[in-house]
């Protein structure tokens, strides 16, 4: 089986950095994935790791340490249009012949002025 | 390319009808997936296809749901004998499948289901 942990909701302050973090549990782990999803519409994708190390994609970065089943997703100079839910999903053994990634809950974050 | 699309965006239905969902994938994608989404939680897979093949449906939520994919373009998903359980967001994706680890998956704007 597979698990995913990430906080729930998270607030922060426009221009500032935020980092929310994600551990999973799971079988022949083949990657890890965030996804962006505003209220009401669909999961747009950020980014994928699959070896360990920091990989930056403009304001945002996505970290991985595979010994640890840890990731997280930095977000820099925070935009009032950053306020949305952060869906980290860890992609485990294969399924059918394709790896199916397990989502998490999302974190909500919440930009203020 | 237009993305995925998805048809209706919303259906409200009464418990005990059959409800029909239409995916319509990137074009040049080979595989296409259904998820479910709760409010507050993540989406949760349900079944996928590649090409016409569904290769994995043994998590479809009960036999009321099927999904097809009849010439490998787009998909329908079917829930039978709706139950106010199954109000959700279904939410459709495709990938271009190369070597099967770590495509990206692009998501459709989903089918808000409400049923009464």
């Known amino acids: 089986g597979q698990n995913i942990d990430q906080p729930t909701e998270m607030t922060a302050t426009e221009g500032a950095i935020v980092q929310i973090n994600c551990t999973y549990q799971?079988?022949?782990?083949?990657?890890l994935f965030w996804y962006q999803q505003h209220a009401g519409e669909a999961p747009t994708f950020l980014s994928y790791?699959?070896?360990?190390g920091l990989e930056e994609k403009g304001r945002f970065s996505s970290f991985l340490s595979r010994s640890k089943g840890y990731s997280y997703l930095l977000l820099k100079e925070l935009q009032m249009k950053d306020s949305a839910s952060y869906l980290c999903?860890?992609?485990?053994?294969?399924?059918?012949?394709?790896?199916?990634?397990?989502f998490g809950r999302g974190t909500s974050l919440i930009v203020h002025p | 390319d237009t993305g995925v699309s998805q048809d209706p965006r919303h259906k409200i239905t009464k418990r005990g009808q059959n409800v029909t969902f239409r995916c319509d994938p990137i074009?040049?994608?080979?595989?296409l997936y259904w998820y479910r989404q709760t409010l507050g939680q993540g989406p949760e897979f349900l079944t996928y296809?590649?090409?016409?093949?569904?290769?994995?449906k043994s998590r479809l939520l009960s036999d009321r749901f099927s999904a097809e994919r009849p010439k490998g373009s787009f998909s329908t998903l079917e829930i039978q004998r709706t139950e106010q359980g199954d109000s959700a967001m279904y939410l459709c994706?495709?990938?271009?499948?190369?070597?099967?680890?770590?495509?990206?998956?692009?998501f459709g704007p989903g089918t808000r289901l409400l049923v009464l």
């Open positions: 074009s040049e994608h080979n595989r």
């Open positions: 799971t079988s022949g782990f083949n990657g």
């Open positions: 999903a860890a992609v485990g053994g294969a399924s059918g012949g394709s790896y199916i990634p397990t």
């Open positions: 296809f590649q090409n016409e093949a569904q290769l994995e």
């Open positions: 994706a495709s990938s271009l499948s190369v070597t099967g680890v770590g495509e990206t998956q692009y």
């Open positions: 790791n699959v070896l360990d």
